[in-house]
């Protein structure tokens, strides 16, 4: 480890200086990354789906996330002239590191939003020294992105973050098409503050460090002259942050869910814009620890490149995890975690001390994100009702999971590779053929009550699920009742450990064995992680699998407990039990099983029949496997 990557872990953002330090530890290693006309950063070799310039323009862009508000709250920074340079190179037609105009749904829009925030932040080092010419060019081509179409979700806040720094810059912007833009984004909003990214309601990280972000950032600068929209969104954001806040666990870790998990520390933006746009959702105390821990988070995991870079992955750098719109320097949109070095040492979200928060373990329902969440142990597991994502590499994982956690992460492919031997995390899986497997995709139906969730959905033709889930005390309750026109192969999944099993190729024999196994698993990792699965309808056998390598965001190399079997045609009801914990005996687990009684009670609550679950049976015990940790680091 080198010296900046020991100083960078061993930050303890205790006051806004060490922020500062942070940022300028961060930013150091980009500046080798500066092309000859300093309008472009590049930083690999790795794409995305557009074009190489726009790729480069996004590695000199996104760090202005951080660097403005550095400035604007009085932080020294070395190489502003290279950024001013650049931005005249860029926004100059005849520069051969010309940008390219803006076009239709071009990746230009989103770094333009950076590019109009650092221009309200920072004019006197972006904009004042620039020749008058270079001003006349750079106003007009960032202008450009008032007349093109935006994506169709939290897009629409990017020509207003560009207006913003036109208007710092004197430039008159085309108010009629912020308003529409504005107006588009109202009609995004949902209940107790949350918004979908968009027409199919998407509920993810974009919540907090984009709609909410960008409103906060629009509410600060305008609430002058604008001041019922500003309103708006102060309240919005005021809502979102209570159930928002059960998204994080003790340890600063958050869930991991949704798309653009390689922006990694930018979950921790939202609190910053909090305190940027003066809201006090929750005691500032409260605020500034979720803030800090999320990023000391970050800084513990071995998240950056040889270079001190951060490279495209999540807790470690993998590229199966990303979507195809992620560049080299698309993880330095993580940089809006830094929005609060914007505001003076006085302000009371630098002078309150670091609070936990006052949620103690327990089951929360989130209506306005289609969850239910628990707290346990200090780490967060969520149950998701909301709409899965189908069209993005690696989203059905992303969106579609019977759970997510704050410790326990999740893999990608987790269907893919199951006929070789290789299953991920948390999905129900059918197959007809017993080869090719389909876990939970888009839903048919969805339905939240307090405490529980309900989906429906078809992995297959002629396959309907119907799913009931819902925490019985610590443990996730799963109803599946399965309805088929032909007998299928099924395997469910819990949380993933990070162990080896050494089971490709025996996953499959599993399916016909006729040797007896046990009811249910626990898999314990000696460094604490482990994982308990059970099956309580005795229709399925308990084994233990390994995840297809590479593929999980948390851990290089891990396994799952899993329950595998076969069911006939018609309908059947497949009764299952999960629990992921840290640092308990996995011996006791067995006795903190729930009673048949509490999950009749969740099944009534819902709506269901309760007299479906009197045949099933709360296993005595669990058989516990140890196995060593996957070592990696």
């Not at 002239?81 to 989103?110: I, N």
């Not at 089951?363 to 969850?371: E, K, N």
Request: with cysteine; charged share 20%; aromatic share 10%.
């Amino acid at each position: 480890m080198t010296d900046t990557a020991e100083r960078i872990r061993a930050n303890p953002l205790a006051s806004r200086a060490d922020g500062q330090r942070l940022l300028r530890d961060l930013t150091a290693p980009l500046e080798s990354g500066f092309s000859p006309g300093r309008a472009q950063i590049r930083l690999g070799l790795d794409s995305a789906h557009f074009n190489r310039k726009a790729q480069w323009f996004e590695g000199y862009a996104r760090p202005l996330w951080g660097l403005a508000p550095l400035h604007a709250g009085g932080g020294g920074f070395d190489f502003w002239d290279k950024f001013r340079e650049g931005l005249a190179s860029g926004t100059d037609p005849d520069h051969p590191e010309y940008w390219e105009a803006v076009t239709d749904l071009d990746q230009r829009s989103v770094e333009m939003a950076a590019l109009g925030f650092a221009l309200a932040l920072a004019p006197d080092k972006l904009w004042e020294p620039l020749p008058e010419a270079a001003k006349q060019r750079a106003a007009g081509w960032l202008g450009g992105i008032q007349s093109v179409e935006m994506a169709d979700n939290n897009w629409h806040f990017f020509p207003v973050m560009a207006g913003l720094g036109l208007e710092r810059a004197g430039v008159a912007i085309d108010t009629a098409s912020r308003d529409r833009h504005l107006a588009r984004i109202d009609q995004f909003i949902g209940a107790e503050g949350w918004y979908g990214d968009g027409e199919g309601g998407w509920i993810d990280h974009y919540n907090g460090f984009a709609l909410h972000f960008y409103g906060l950032i629009y509410a600060a600068h305008m609430g002058g002259r604008d001041p019922a929209r500003a309103q708006a969104y102060r309240d919005r954001a005021q809502a979102f942050a209570q159930g928002f806040r059960h998204w994080f666990g003790a340890d600063g870790a958050a869930l991991a869910i949704g798309r653009s998990l390689t922006y990694r520390f930018a979950m921790a933006g939202f609190w910053g814009a909090l305190a940027y746009a003066g809201v006090e959702a929750l005691p500032w105390g409260q605020i500034r620890g979720l803030w800090a821990r999320q990023i000391r988070w970050w800084m513990r995991q071995p998240i950056l490149d040889a270079a001190g870079r951060l490279p495209v992955g999540y807790r470690w750098p993998n590229y199966f995890m990303s979507e195809e719109y992620n560049s080299p320097g698309s993880p330095y949109w993580a940089f809006k975690a830094f929005l609060p070095l914007a505001l003076p040492d006085s302000h009371p979200f630098w002078t309150a001390r670091e609070e936990e928060l006052d949620a103690p373990d327990g089951t929360a329902t989130l209506r306005g994100a289609s969850m239910v969440v628990r707290r346990s142990g200090g780490d967060v597991v969520a149950l998701p009702a909301g709409p899965v994502r189908t069209e993005m590499r690696g989203s059905t994982d992303k969106y579609g999971k019977l759970a997510y956690s704050s410790r326990f992460g999740l893999a990608v492919e987790a269907d893919r590779w199951l006929h070789v031997g290789f299953c991920g995390d948390n999905i129900l899986a059918v197959s007809r053929d017993g080869q090719e497997f389909r876990s939970r995709g888009a839903l048919a139906a969805s339905r939240v009550g307090e405490g529980w969730i309900e989906t429906v959905w078809q992995p297959l033709a002629g396959v309907k699920v119907t799913t009931l889930q819902a925490f019985a005390g610590d443990w996730e309750l799963r109803l599946h009742r399965v309805a088929a026109d032909a007998p299928l192969a099924v395997i469910e999944t819990g949380h993933a450990v990070p162990a080896h099993s050494r089971t490709r190729g025996k996953l499959k024999q599993a399916f016909d064995s006729r040797e007896p196994g046990p009811q249910g698993l626990t898999l314990a990792v000696d460094d604490g992680h482990a994982s308990s699965l059970a099956d309580l309808g005795g229709l399925r056998r308990a084994v233990e699998a390994d995840v297809a390598p590479n593929t999980h965001l948390v851990f290089p190399q891990a396994s799952v407990p899993a329950l595998v079997g076969r069911i006939g045609a018609g309908e059947t009801l497949l009764v299952t039990l999960a629990r992921p914990t840290h640092g308990l005996d996995p011996a006791m687990l067995a006795a903190t099983l729930p009673a048949a009684d509490d999950l009749r009670a969740i099944a009534e609550a819902a709506g269901w029949n309760a007299a479906i679950l009197d045949w099933a049976t709360v296993p005595r015990s669990l058989e516990v496997r140890s196995r060593p940790v996957a070592e990696w680091q």
